[in-house]
């Protein structure tokens, strides 16, 4: 079974940048759509960004023009990189592999 370990969290004020990661164990990371939802307090689950094995990229539309999902199929890893932060991107932030995996989380709290 696939572990998916998210790393990259923090604290950031309003405006501010974070980098996520995701490091994935297991075989055949290429040809898996990779994802970033998040769960933020009293709401529902969402989806941030997906990248397919080939690259093709969607985006929330809270989200387009900010955040960039990118994949490094030599390293099993994906990222997602977020900028100017606003508090409303407060949540935990969980990667996805598929439609059956999903990381245990990481907060991003952004705050001044």
């Known amino acids: 079974q696939v572990q998916l370990v998210e790393s990259g969290g923090g604290l950031v004020q309003p405006g501010g940048s974070l980098r996520l990661s995701c490091a994935a164990s297991?075989?055949?990371?290429?040809?898996?759509?990779m994802g970033w939802y998040r769960q933020a307090p009293g709401k529902q689950r969402e989806l941030v960004a997906s990248?397919?094995?080939?690259?093709?990229?969607i985006y929330a539309v809270s989200v387009k023009g900010r955040f960039t999902i990118s994949r490094d199929n030599a390293k099993n890893t994906v990222y997602l990189q977020m900028n100017s932060l606003k508090p409303e991107d407060t949540a935990v932030y969980i990667c996805t592999q598929g439609t059956k995996s999903w990381g245990q989380g990481t907060q991003v709290t952004v705050s001044s």
């Open positions: 297991g075989s055949f990371f290429s040809i898996y759509t």
């Open positions: 990248i397919t094995g080939g690259g093709n990229t």
